[in-house]
Structures are given as structure tokens and as C-alpha cells.
């Protein structure tokens, strides 16, 4: 079952805070909605769960307009941030309310929580109360009593951001081990960790300030970002100042050749574009494309080198592996890229 | 003893030994008052202003005319008509007025708390202030509308040319129970509204996408968690009813005789002070028995929301 949104539109008052989202995921997908704090995209979540109602546009599930449906008419399975799990239940309780509140025989239920329990490994919590688990074992648990009533359509709402480091890290791949195991469940994760995205998605929606931005891919997101706002939020490039004259883009000192095929659509001479790089495609010394700049900062990151150096006072920042010698703050330096690696896109419009 | 004449006569500069160090400056002895010292003042206030004349009264219900201590007077008054009726009538009032305060109390919060109105936060704080009145200015309001001489009986002799309205209930017990409904529902509803504000409302959420629909949500996650709180609400104003004096006075039910009136009854109208006495302390017994009911309540709540913190 394949979720739409269709041209959906969310207002308190006169805040706009999901404007005209345009955007489907296919049946069994996985798409992360990605993006800042307030940039609507747990309303958009929230608009399919159904629990805020669109001032514009439909909400369809499976092809079917469940726009006016309350939310526990839409069978839709939801796993939220603070683990919601009821605490004067025990787990396999806690578990069985969805499958008791959509009346699922008495006999089944029991086969039905151990087999969810069993699913993310909490069968042998089933006796226990949620306040005797960790944060990791409550997700488990939200997680199972989601998929207990077996949903078509499970949401995800910041599900790893109460989890510490090493916790969220094997609950990603606890995640994607469900997602692979239950291909029939379309999966919509509402998230503000690209990595997430990154890592569990298969189709990526950037929000920002209430519109969707871009959709695509991750591959294509993080390599062929089509907007700025994509480029600096999804792994975090270089946005570096350009101007296209006579069909070559001047950057920073830099020339570089624009096939048509690479210029952003309607993009015309003299305009301004932004050059996009991403950190460790940025390399020190002589290269097909070169900026000189001034070192402003250094950071050792362990496996890398991270460093920042003023190229006519834009910062620009290069990713080093493995350098045995780091350039000084203050020193100067050539920084290196090839035409491969640098995007061009228009910029962002001011906030 | 005699066995072991020496440690005995060892002990007293043993016992002393530790002291001259701990004590090196005699001057400064005096302030080094023993802590219980401190409680002295405020346990002898209290003692002369409210327990010598409690005892008084627990001592008059036992004394016996010609001195001693009896249980003849508490035989007498215990075994009478008239003890009896008022003790039935105080435990149906104050019951049925606490189911009714916590039925609409239970539903007013639920609808303040998770149904977005505008104003939900002002009702909120209005509560807080209808705790602050006087319990005869709901009576008195109720007496204007429903009154023999209020409004309601007064539309209704000037639409039908009657003698008199047939709103009369405010002088049975129903009356001094709509009263107390009206006046105490305030007090189970604050308690009532710190419960649902600790409550994750995404609880509500999952437990409604879940399929749940909203009677089922209110009876099987809501409720549990208002529990603690629906006991300690229902037992503070169990026992504000058991006491109630003001609204049944200002009823005007002659007929509705609760333990409270009967004490006032036999000690200002009849000046039978050993009478008074007994009532009191059974009605003392009874409010102190379901206060510590409600303190037990209430250390439960917050053992709960110490567990919860915890979690």
C-alpha cells in the first residue's frame, strides 16, 4: 500500500506549516522525510497518521482517500520518539492493545505478541513493565506493538533521537533488518539525522520551511543535489559563490566549463550559481580546478583532517585522510577539486 | 551483680572519658541545646490552642457523672434514633456527593486536558480559584436559582399563576448533594489535571493509530493513569463532605441531619455538651481514618511519578 500526498496543505491560524506537499511513496518503500526542526515534515507524518487535518489537498493510503478517516480507522502502525508504550501495562500487554482494540480473536492474540516480540528479540521481556527496560528495549517494544497488528503502512517519528550513539547505531541496522524482512510495509521515517536517511532510506524527501525541496534517492541526493539546501543539509558541501559568464562559471578565482547538461534549469548568463563540493572530494595541492586560500582552522576528527581556509573570505573546508603533516592555521595553501566532483546550483533563497 | 563490682565503678569515668574534648570551652555549653529542644515551643502552642481542647472534648464523651471514665454516654448516643438516621444520612451525602464529584470531575478534566478549546488554560486557572471559596457562596447561588423564592420558581409562578414552584429539592438531601457536587468537583479535578499533564499524549496518539477508538483510550490508558489521582481526589472530598457544616446550613434542609449539624444541634440549640462530644469524636475518627486513607493515596501518586521518572 502506497501512501500520496496530494498537494497537501497544513495551517495553524495563520502559520503555514506544510505547504502544498506534492510527493507519493510507492507500495513496500521506504522513504525518510528529511529535515529541520519546523520544516513540517512530522505534520506531514502526523497528516497520514491523522491527527491533523490538511487545510488543502488529500491524504491517500493504498489509493484510498483516508483524508476524513480518524486516525484508528486507518490501520496505520506508529512508533514515536518518547516510545509512548503504556506504563502500567507489561510488554506483551502493551503489545496486545492494538491487536484487542481491533478486535483480533482471543486465541490469536497471544501467537500474535510473541511473534512481534519475537521480531525485534523482546520475547523474553514479554513479563516485564516499561519502566524496568532501557531506552533501546522500550523502542523494541514500540516498535513490535506497531507491527503486531500488521500495518500496511508503519510510521516513524524520530524513532533513534532519544537513543544514545551506539544504541541508535544498532537500531539502524535493526531497522533496516526489519525493512528487508517485511518488504510489504511501506515505511515513512520522519527524521532530522541525514545518516538515517541515508543509511535506511530508498527515496529521500527534503523539507524546509514547509515545502518539500527535493526528492530522490540518496545516491542521487548526496552526489547530484539539484538545490542548495539539499546540498548543505545533506552531508554538508562546500556552497562556494559563482557567476556563469560566457558559458564558463567563475569561481573564487576558478574557471570551470558548464555543459549545458550540468547548469541548473533556466540558469542564464550572468547569473549567480553556487558551486557545490563536498568536503572530501576537496584534496590539498595542484589539481585539475585549484583555489588558493588562508587556513583558518584545523580539526583532527581522528580518521580525518578537517580543514577550513578562506578563499576570498568564503570559507571553504576540505576533508584529509590520512595526512602526515597538516597545514598551519594562518598558512597558505592550494586546495585542489576536479570538475567531476563540483555541482552547480542556484542558491538558496534568503531565509 | 555483686559478681562484677569493678566495671561497674569503671563506668563513670569511661563514659566520661570522650566528653572533655568535645566540650574543651565550659562557656560555650549553654547554646548546645539538644535538637528537640527546638520543637518544644511549637508542640506546646499547639497543645494549649487545639489538642487540650480536642481532649477536652474526647474527655467529656467518656466521663462519668461521678468522676472515672465511662463508654455509657458513647452506649447512649451510639444506640439512638436520632445518631443513627444523621450517620446514614452523612456517609449517603458524602458518598454519593464523592461519586458525583468524581464522575464530572473525571470527565471535565478529560475535556479541559486533551479536548484544544480556546480558554482550556483560563478554565484551568479558574479551578485553581474556585478552590479558594466558601463553600455557603455555591449554596447561596444555588438558593437564587433553585430556591423556594429563586428564579427557577419564580418563572415558573409567573407562567403558570401557581402558588408556589415545584423546584423544592435544594432542602432534601439531593439538594445539599447537588451543592456539594457543585462546590467539590473543583477539588478532584486538580488532581485530576496534574495526572493528565504528566501523561505523553503520544501515548493517546499511538494508542487511537493503533486502532483503538476514543472510549477505549480514555478507559484503558487514561484511566489507569488517573487512578492515583481519582483516589486521592475522591478521598479528600470523601471526607470534606463528612464535615461539611456550611452548605447543608445554608440549604435550609431541616430534614437533612449530618453528624456536623447534630453536633451543632445538641451543643448551640440544646446546650447538651456530652452529646456534642460524642458525635464529634466519632466523626473525628471517621474523618482521621479516611485522611490517612488519602495520604496513603497520595504517597502512592508520587512513588508512581518517582517510578516513572525513573524509567
Known amino acids: 500500500m502506497g501512501i500520496r500526498f496530494d498537494h497537501v496543505s497544513v495551517a495553524y491560524g495563520d502559520t503555514v506549516v506544510l505547504d502544498d506537499l506534492d510527493l507519493t511513496v510507492d507500495p513496500g518503500g521506504f522513504t525518510a522525510l528529511l529535515g529541520p526542526s519546523g520544516s513540517g515534515k512530522t505534520t506531514a507524518l502526523r497528516a497520514v497518521a491523522g491527527f491533523v487535518r490538511p487545510a488543502s489537498g488529500r491524504v491517500l493510503i493504498g489509493g484510498r482517500d483516508v483524508t476524513d478517516l480518524p486516525p484508528y480507522a486507518r490501520g496505520v502502525g506508529m512508533v514515536v520518539q518518547s516510545y509512548a508504550l503504556f506504563p502500567h501495562m507489561r510488554v506483551d500487554q502493551n503489545v496486545a492493545f492494538g491487536l484487542r482494540a481491533q478486535g483480533v480473536p482471543r486465541r490469536e492474540v497471544a501467537g500474535r505478541v510473541e511473534e512481534a516480540l519475537g521480531m525485534t528479540g523482546m520475547a523474553d521481556y514479554a513479563r516485564r513493565h516499561p519502566r524496568e527496560l532501557s531506552g533501546g528495549q522500550q523502542q523494541r517494544v514500540a516498535i513490535s506493538r506497531a507491527l503486531a497488528i500488521r500495518p500496511r503502512v508503519l510510521l516513524l517519528d524520530e524513532p533513534l533521537s532519544a537513543l544514545d550513539a551506539q544504541l541508535r547505531s544498532d537500531m539502524l541496522a535493526e531497522l533496516a533488518r526489519l525493512h528487508r524482512e517485511l518488504p510489504d510495509v511501506t515505511v515513512l521515517y520522519v527524521t532530522h539525522d541525514q545518516s538515517e536517511a541515508l543509511t535506511l532510506a530508498d527515496r529521500v524527501a527534503v523539507l524546509d520551511r514547509a515545502r518539500l525541496r527535493e526528492h530522490g534517492t540518496p545516491r542521487e541526493l548526496y552526489g547530484r543535489p539539484r538545490a542548495a539546501f539539499t546540498a548543505r543539509f545533506v552531508g554538508g558541501a562546500n556552497l562556494l559563490p559563482a557567476r556563469l559568464t560566457g558559458g564558463r562559471v567563475h569561481c573564487l578565482g576558478a574557471v570551470l566549463d558548464a555543459d549545458p547538461a550540468d547548469l541548473p534549469p533556466g540558469a542564464s548568463d550572468g547569473d549567480d550559481l553556487r558551486v557545490c563540493l563536498r568536503p572530501h572530494r576537496v584534496a590539498l595541492g595542484e589539481a585539475e580546478h585549484t583555489l588558493e586560500g588562508v587556513v583558518s582552522d584545523v580539526q583532527w576528527r581522528g580518521s580525518t583532517h578537517r580543514v577550513t581556509a578562506l578563499v576570498g573570505g568564503h570559507p571553504v573546508t576540505a576533508e584529509l585522510r590520512e595526512t602526515p603533516a597538516p597545514p598551519e592555521p594562518g598558512s597558505t595553501v592550494t586546495l585542489g577539486f576536479t570538475r567531476r566532483d563540483a555541482v552547480l546550483l542556484t542558491p538558496e533563497e534568503a531565509s | ?311
Open chain 2, 1 to 311: 551483680m555483686t559478681a562484677h563490682p569493678a566495671p561497674t565503678a569503671d563506668a563513670p569515668p569511661a563514659a566520661h572519658a570522650p566528653e572533655p574534648p568535645a566540650d574543651p570551652v565550659p562557656g560555650r555549653a549553654p547554646r548546645r541545646l539538644p535538637v528537640w529542644v527546638w520543637a518544644v515551643p511549637p508542640v506546646a502552642l499547639l497543645a494549649a490552642v487545639f489538642l487540650y481542647p480536642l481532649a477536652l472534648v474526647a474527655a467529656e464523651s467518656v466521663a462519668a457523672p461521678g468522676g472515672g471514665l465511662t463508654l455509657a454516654h458513647h452506649a447512649d448516643v451510639l444506640g439512638s434514633e436520632s445518631f443513627r438516621s444523621a450517620l446514614g444520612t452523612t456517609v449517603f451525602v458524602a458518598v454519593t456527593s464523592t461519586a458525583g464529584c468524581l464522575v464530572l470531575g473525571f470527565l471535565l478534566a478529560l475535556v479541559v486536558a486533551f479536548v484544544p478549546f480556546p480558554g482550556s488554560g483560563a478554565t484551568a486557572r479558574f479551578i485553581d480559584t474556585y478552590l479558594s471559596f466558601p463553600s455557603f457562596l455555591i449554596t447561596l447561588a444555588l438558593l437564587f436559582v433553585y430556591g423556594t423564592v429563586g428564579m427557577a420558581n419564580g418563572m415558573w409562578t409567573d407562567l403558570t399563576g401557581a402558588e408556589s414552584g415545584p423546584f423544592r429539592f435544594l432542602a432534601t438531601p439531593w439538594g445539599v448533594i447537588l451543592a456539594e457536587i457543585t462546590y467539590f468537583t473543583p477539588f478532584v479535578m486538580r488532581p485530576l489535571l496534574a495526572a493528565f499533564g504528566q501523561l505523553d499524549t503520544a501515548q493517546l496518539e499511538v494508542a487511537s493509530s493503533l486502532g483503538a477508538r476514543p472510549l477505549r483510550v480514555v478507559r484503558e490508558v487514561i484511566l489507569p493513569e488517573a487512578r492515583p489521582a481519582l483516589v486521592a481526589g475522591g478521598a479528600l472530598v470523601l471526607v470534606l463532605c463528612l464535615n461539611e457544616f456550611a452548605i447543608v446550613l445554608f440549604t435550609g434542609a431541616k430534614d437533612v441531619v449530618t453528624l456536623p449539624m447534630l453536633v451543632y444541634q445538641a451543643a448551640i440549640l440544646r446546650s447538651d455538651y456530652t452529646t456534642a462530644c460524642v458525635v464529634a469524636t466519632v466523626n473525628a475518627a471517621l474523618s482521621v481514618s479516611l485522611y490517612l486513607v488519602y495520604r496513603a493515596a497520595t504517597a502512592r501518586l508520587s512513588s508512581d511519578g518517582g517510578r516513572r521518572a525513573r524509567a
